[in-house]
């Protein structure tokens, strides 16, 4: 018999005997060794946690088993059982270990469905989140694939910029800084999010300036759906009123550079116009 196949039957009737006696129980012991034994345990944990005759703790302990294995075939095995178990218990339970299996921050928030589908999963998916990084939070905020994901990275990141906002904030102005005429908009392929935080009056004013600087880009290029984006998210987090701006901002082109020159100065507002490719005269 391979090895493999060896270690398999034996497991299978360690389980077995597991579930006659009643006194041994299941104990964490028990998940720990099947564990413990990678690819070759993770059927039989998927068996134990998919079984409805068997008890609710045993299965939740075979569930956790598939977590903390966080392998393809465990992670697999879990979205199997999300999708098939009737009972809304295992399900919360498989979704939160789903959650903890998840490869990366990009795997993670191509989970967010599941907050929907399983509303109990929601507080382990906002912890799992804020283990991630300012920086990887924000880069996924505006490269997420779907809007979901970039709505539940950019409250992550806003939730760290609680205790961190100097990281979220320069993470945020790095990435949405605008360069030149030439440039493609950072947030291609979704929505435009702003994390939700406390913004100081100097990361406010700079952020402001870079969007004005998009904005004006949109514009000019005839992406008005993106410029809207743009000029939803100035007004909508009051970055305006917290910024030297203080709320006023003119919607045309030219009242814009005139209220961009009077905060930035004149030499900043030549060189945004030489970006543009409107030359340096205003």
Same mark, same amino acid.
């Given at each position: 018999?391979?090895?493999?196949?060896?270690?398999?039957?034996?497991?299978?009737?360690?389980?077995?005997?597991?579930?006659?006696?009643?006194?041994?129980?299941?104990?964490?012991?028990?998940?720990?060794?099947?564990?413990?034994?990678?690819?070759?345990?993770?059927?039989?944990?998927?068996?134990?946690?998919?079984?409805?005759?068997?008890?609710?703790?045993?299965?939740?302990?075979?569930?956790?088993?598939?977590?903390?294995?966080?392998?393809?075939?465990?992670?697999?095995?879990?979205?199997? !059982?999300?999708?098939? *178990?009737? =009972? &809304?218990?295992?399900? @919360?339970?498989?979704? #939160? /270990?789903?959650?903890? +299996? %998840?490869?990366?921050?990009?795997?993670?928030?191509?989970?967010?469905?599941?907050?929907?589908?399983?509303?109990?999963?929601?507080?382990?998916?906002?912890?799992?989140?804020?283990?991630?990084?300012?920086?990887? !939070?924000?880069?996924? *905020?505006? =490269? &997420?694939?779907?809007? @979901?994901?970039?709505? #539940? /990275?950019?409250?992550? +990141? %806003?939730?760290?910029?609680?205790?961190?906002?100097?990281?979220?904030?320069?993470?945020?102005?790095?990435?949405?800084?605008?360069?030149?005429?030439?440039?493609?908009?950072?947030?291609?392929?979704?929505?435009?999010?702003?994390?939700?935080?406390?913004?100081?009056?100097?990361? @406010?004013?700079?952020?402001?300036?870079?969007?004005?600087?998009?904005?004006?880009?949109?514009?000019?290029?005839?992406?008005?759906?993106?410029?809207?984006?743009?000029?939803?998210?100035?007004?909508?987090?009051?970055?305006?009123?917290?910024?030297?701006?203080?709320?006023?901002?003119?919607?045309?082109?030219?009242?814009?550079?005139?209220?961009?020159?009077?905060?930035?100065?004149?030499?900043?507002?030549?060189?945004?116009?030489?970006?543009?490719?409107?030359?340096?005269?205003?």
């Amino acid at each position: 018999m391979r090895p493999t196949l060896f270690l398999l039957c034996l497991s299978l009737s360690m389980v077995a005997n597991a579930a006659q006696s009643t006194d041994a129980g299941w104990t964490t012991a028990d998940t720990a060794r099947f564990s413990a034994m990678g690819d070759v345990g993770t059927p039989i944990l998927a068996i134990i946690a998919a079984d409805s005759q068997t008890d609710l703790a045993t299965r939740g302990a075979a569930i956790v088993g598939l977590g903390d294995l966080g392998t393809d075939d465990a992670r697999m095995e879990l979205d199997r !059982l999300i999708r098939e *178990t009737d =009972t &809304a218990l295992v399900k @919360a339970w498989a979704g #939160a /270990a789903r959650i903890q +299996a %998840a490869r990366n921050a990009e795997d993670l928030l191509a989970l967010s469905w599941l907050v929907q589908q399983v509303p109990a999963t929601g507080r382990p998916f906002r912890d799992a989140l804020g283990r991630v990084g300012a920086r990887e !939070l924000v880069a996924l *905020t505006y =490269t &997420a694939p779907d809007n @979901a994901s970039r709505m #539940a /990275a950019a409250s992550a +990141a %806003a939730t760290v910029g609680a205790g961190d906002p100097d990281a979220v904030a320069g993470s945020v102005i790095a990435t949405l800084r605008y360069t030149d005429r030439d440039a493609e908009i950072p947030w291609a392929g979704g929505a435009l999010y702003i994390p939700s935080m406390t913004w100081s009056r100097a990361d @406010a004013t700079t952020l402001v300036r870079e969007l004005i600087g998009w904005y004006l880009h949109c514009s000019q290029k005839g992406d008005t759906a993106a410029a809207q984006q743009v000029w939803n998210n100035l007004w909508s987090l009051g970055l305006l009123w917290t910024s030297d701006y203080q709320g006023q901002l003119p919607l045309d082109t030219e009242g814009m550079l005139t209220r961009y020159q009077q905060v930035e100065g004149a030499t900043a507002a030549r060189s945004l116009r030489r970006r543009l490719g409107m030359g340096t005269e205003g």
